[in-house]
């Protein structure tokens, strides 16, 4: 039980450790030798010294406090005083990094290194637009399925390389860039987009070149049989000519008008390949079919003659006729796809008018942010020393 001292002006006790404690709370050392009390009607005095009892005027007795333990006047922080330091530690530690980093921001040193970033990223996008550009028309340009492949694929990564830088500055811009800076980048935003939709239509068509093996079929397999029906048919028409006889006259007419309007048919499809329009396609497959009548019609007449009946050279003509006409369908089918034609016409409008558009804007931000003033800093010519 904690001792109790006796006011002896008044009938109330003091308690020894309460006195401690409070002597504690007020800042007085934790462990005194002794404590000092000084009694009044209607206040109670902590002095250093010993516990006194009495008036202020006097000492009537003085005791000495025992010592008493230290952990039972000790003050320990709760868990909900620990969350609140916690918390105020952090928000210290933040605002002080918020502040640190607005000052660094606002050196010249800093704003300059900003400045550089983004032009170095204005550059860099530049010059891939001009990459993806130059790569997408050897695309277009290339003779062999591979070689369009690998410059349709190097165009993709060129304009993957745009859209990354475009991202990077957006997020530099967002922190501090200019009314101007992001109204330029924004401008190209929209026309990179497009620029990218064409793209991928255009690289699409560009790697099936389709126009590209029509003409390899028209001028190679499909004018092989060409050649080789008319050739057979000549010798047709050699025979024939060593008996004047009205038969063999036909036969000649005939065979001769085979061998025209097979030509005449070879002859239209190049430029049915070349063509761009449908409708003059379409004139051009009339044309064709009016030929191919023609050719049919004759190669009749000469298999119903008897003295052609089982002739080898009539045979071979009707054979490599045949072939003509199922590569000329293909032909036809590749040549109606018109892949090469049409990624060229992109190429040479579309493209070039976005692309320019692209170049525009991003030579106006790279402007905007040339112009960008640095705190700090004076624009003006260095005073001469003399």
Known sequence: MSEQLRCPSSSKFVNAEAIRIKRTLMGVAQRPDHLSVVCAPAKTYILPGRIRRGHRSGISRSEPLP?????????????????????????????????????????????????????????????????????EKSAVMAITDEDSQTYADHARTATGAVEQGRRELEQLLQSGGTKNENASLTRFSGAFAEFQRIDKDLLDLAVKNTNLKAYSLAFGPAAEAIREMDTALARVVTTAGNSPSANDLKVMQLADGARIAALRLLTLVPPHIAEESDQKMDEMEAAMAKEDQAVR???????????????????????????????????????????????????????????????????????????????????????SPR
């Not at 490599?320 to 034609?341: A, H, M, P």
């Open 67 to 135: 010592n008493l333990p230290e952990d039972s006047v000790t003050m320990k922080p709760g868990l909900r005083d620990i969350l609140w330091m916690a918390v105020g530690a952090a928000a210290l530690f933040a605002v002080s990094l918020l502040v640190l980093h607005f000052r660094d921001l606002q050196t010249p040193a800093a704003q300059q290194a900003f400045k550089t970033k983004r032009l170095e990223l204005v550059e860099r996008m530049r010059l891939s637009v001009a990459l993806a550009a130059e790569a």
């Open 297 to 383: 019609q004759n190669l009749a007449g000469l298999a119903v003659l008897p003295s052609l009946s089982g002739d080898s050279d009539l045979t071979a003509a009707t054979v490599r006729y045949g072939r003509f006409t199922e590569l000329k369908t293909q032909i036809l089918r590749l040549s109606r796809e018109n892949t090469n034609v049409r990624s060229l016409t992109i190429s040479l409008t579309q493209k070039r008018k976005v692309m320019l558009v692209c170049q525009d804007a991003l030579a106006a931000l790279e402007k905007a942010i040339q112009e960008e003033p640095i705190t700090g800093l004076s624009d003006r010519a260095p005073v």
